[in-house]
């Protein structure tokens, strides 16, 4: 092989060749060998230049000499015998692809050749020497080799095995093929180009590749730093004498090293990957055949990497959607169970549950109540740790608290220490918190403190997730506070549209039942009264509104106190529907236009009984039930109120004796479904109040009633409002 032109000094080495001049370069041409042997004793008449290239060059290219003398290894080979044969028996002799070891000692060096072996004749025919002809394979051996460890490698990289082992085999290969020692260095790039990272380096010692490990990508430092700083090859033939290597010199002295190599590892798109370094013990400088294997092998180690980074993106893609699915399981399944009911001390109850442990190990709740803080809910992986997070209170306006700070500024506040401020953070041995605001439009209304200990600590991501959970637990909270107003609202409205307690009615004992359906958030349109007249007189009425909610509300006030108003001044119960029937047509339209159903009555305790006169105005008709507990519908007509000017009502009259009850009910009760579909109907209406225990009293029947319809529903959530009034005569 020949010496590359100027490359005797440490410089720059040239731009890499195409794939073909490397591959020459590699294979070499194989060049034809002769030699003209004489008599017996092989005497070496004459050789072309190539036979004495391949024997060991110009201390061997000499005649005269018998082959055994000019070169003794081959009589220990056989080939000196083999040319006894030829000559012995005027027969050729070829050898394929034959393991020739030339020289001795430190020189010896392993060749493969292709050769014939003939006989010299002369005119007689008679043998006068050997005549040698071959070819060097030694080349083609070594391309082959190099072709399947390439292809190798090259599975290796299709089977994604790790890149560690890649380059490690990678390295031990060039090793194997180079044809002097020579100890390979593989550095990768940092993600920014701008240091270099250990990869393999087989056969350097330890303490070299950690001291080199993190070095800058730069011009001077070193070969592998100004190569992947220049993105070209550099040759340092002496380490000993050249300036690139002035802070690393005694770092190579220690490690035996004189010569470095360097081949920046390129990207398709030309950004750096790492340095290919070829390292030797003595100062020397590279051949044809060197650079091409750094250049090829340099382009293996791309693939590589480039195919390393690849399954890393992609692994840290699924990564991060893995991740981001999680997060989103964990917010939606908190998410969930802050919505489970409309309680606000249960709702941020869970939202401390939530956080430990995925978030922290320690959770604690705190709201402001009238200008004090409480804590009104806490986590933890014990009962112990749980008491004593529940015993700390902080203090609203303290300025050293942390929880007062972020009640007042509405920032998240992060720390990798205890909290400041008094509180059992020794006993709990805690070591950070993230305590996070929980707002109402704006307005901190209270804060979730997360607390650490041991090794956990919080980062962005944990940061961010707790913001977002904080978030949907205020919110969570803000309508289950909004909830609970309007339960409330509801529920006293509602008290304010129904009786107080059932007055005490002389001669007649009066039970009422009122049952809303859903929560009770909305107001029902069922709605009842008892109310005493002039004369010893009452009057009863019940009746249900189109509709629920605030219009249905304000329906119902206007029924009930439209009837009690004008009741007394009215001969009757027809006027009095009637005066109701104009207040409705009368109103104006924002108050609502639904109708009402309704039966009103007045009755005058007797010693007969009670004496009542009623009117039924589109409702379900009253029931009687006698003594004997028959039951009969009471027969009245009439029209809905608050649909046409006149109602067309008519009054009817009946005595309730001693132990017969009038009912009335609505319609929820009859609609009342069970699970398959069907409805409770007036028939069972009438078997129930028809069952009822004797003797007769005005609660018992209400009992059996309600009893029966959730009997039959299963017990489950009724879809209307549910109303009973019961008078029943007891002649006293």
Request: hydrophobic content about 45%.
């Amino acid at each position: 092989m020949t010496r590359v032109p100027g490359l005797d000094q440490p410089e720059t080495g040239r731009p890499g060749g195409g794939l073909d001049d490397d591959l020459r370069a590699l294979f070499g041409q194989s060049s034809a060998v002769f030699a003209s042997l004489a008599g017996p004793a092989h005497m070496l008449e004459s050789a072309n230049p190539a036979f004495f290239a391949a024997i060991g060059g110009a201390e061997r290219a000499r005649t005269g000499l018998p082959l055994a003398e000019l070169m003794p290894e081959l009589v220990e080979q056989g080939f000196i015998g083999l040319l006894d044969r030829v000559y012995r028996t005027g027969r050729s002799v070829t050898g394929r692809d034959r393991r020739i070891v030339l020289g001795s000692g430190a020189d010896a060096r392993e060749t493969f050749f292709d050769f014939t072996y003939e006989p010299r004749l002369d005119a007689g025919g008679n043998v006068t020497g050997v005549r040698v002809i071959g070819v060097e394979t030694t080349q083609v051996r070594q391309a082959q080799r190099l072709t399947a460890e390439q292809a190798a490698l090259l599975e290796q990289i299709a089977r994604q095995a790790p890149l560690a082992d890649v380059l490690h085999g990678m390295a031990r290969v060039i090793e194997d093929l180079a044809p002097e020692e020579v100890l390979v260095s593989v550095l990768l790039a940092d993600a920014d180009g701008r240091h270099l990272r250990h990869g393999a380096a087989p056969s350097l010692p330890d303490f070299y590749n950690q001291a080199i490990d993190g070095i800058a990508a730069g011009e001077g430092v070193g070969s592998c730093g100004t190569a992947a700083h220049r993105r070209q090859s550099v040759i340092v033939s002496d380490i000993a004498t050249h300036a690139y290597w002035d802070d690393f010199r005694d770092l190579a002295e220690k490690a035996g090293l004189a010569s470095c190599w360097s081949t920046p590892v390129l990207a398709r798109d030309g950004s750096l990957l790492g340095t290919f370094a070829m390292y030797h013990r003595t100062p020397r400088s590279p051949h044809d055949y060197d650079l091409a294997l750094a250049r090829i092998f340099a382009g293996t180690a791309a693939l590589a990497i480039e195919r390393h980074q690849a399954e890393q993106a992609r692994q840290a893609a699924e990564a991060r959607e893995r991740a981001a699915r999680a997060d989103l399981a964990f917010l939606l399944d908190a998410s969930t169970s802050l919505a489970a009911d409309l309680d606000a001390t249960q709702t941020l109850q869970r939202l401390a549950e939530a956080c430990v442990p995925t978030l922290a190990p320690l959770c604690a709740v705190d709201i402001v109540e009238s200008g004090r803080v409480r804590r009104i809910a806490t986590a933890a992986p014990d009962t112990e740790r749980a008491a004593l997070l529940a015993s700390h209170i902080p203090v609203y306006d303290a300025a050293d608290d942390a929880v007062a700070r972020v009640l007042a500024s509405g920032v998240s506040e992060v720390a990798r220490r205890t909290p400041t401020g008094p509180g059992p953070w020794h006993d709990l041995g805690v070591t950070g918190y993230l305590c996070v605001p929980l707002l109402d439009r704006g307005h901190a209304f209270g804060t979730m403190t997360l607390l650490s200990f041991g090794d956990h600590t919080f980062d962005g991501h944990t940061v961010a997730l707790a913001e977002e959970l904080a978030r949907r637990a205020s919110l969570a909270a803000r309508n289950a506070r909004q909830y609970s107003h309007r339960v409330t609202l509801a529920r006293d409205l509602q008290a304010g549209l129904l009786l107080p307690g059932v007055p005490d009615v002389p001669g007649a004992d009066v039970a009422t039942y009122y049952h809303p359906a859903g929560e009770g958030l909305d107001i029902g349109g069922d709605f009842y009264d008892v109310f005493p007249l002039r004369d010893g007189r009452w009057a009863f009425m019940l009746g249900d509104v189109c509709g629920r909610g605030a219009t249905a509300a304000t329906t119902t006030a206007l029924v009930r106190h439209t009837a009690r108003a004008v009741a007394p001044l009215l001969p009757g119960p027809q006027a009095v529907v009637e005066a109701v029937n104009r207040a409705l047509c009368d109103r104006p339209g924002s108050h609502g236009t639904g109708f009402v159903t309704l039966v009103y009555g007045q009755f005058t305790p007797t010693p007969a009984g009670l004496d009542i006169e009623l009117i039924r105005a589109g409702h379900t008709a009253p029931l009687v039930i006698d003594a004997g507990h028959t039951v009969r519908a009471v027969d009245a007509s009439g029209l809905l109120l608050g649909v046409a000017p006149d109602p067309h009502v008519s009054p009817r009259r009946l005595l309730l004796r001693p132990h017969e009850s009038l009912l009335l009910y609505t319609d929820g009760l009859t609609e009342a479904r069970a699970l398959d579909g069907e409805q409770f109907g007036d028939v069972r209406v009438a078997q129930a109040l028809a069952g009822s225990p004797r003797p007769p009293a005005a609660g018992r029947l209400i009992d059996s009633l309600t009893d029966a319809v959730r009997v039959f529903t299963g017990g489950h959530d009724i879809d209307d409002d549910q109303a009973v009034l019961v008078l029943t005569a007891t002649g006293e």
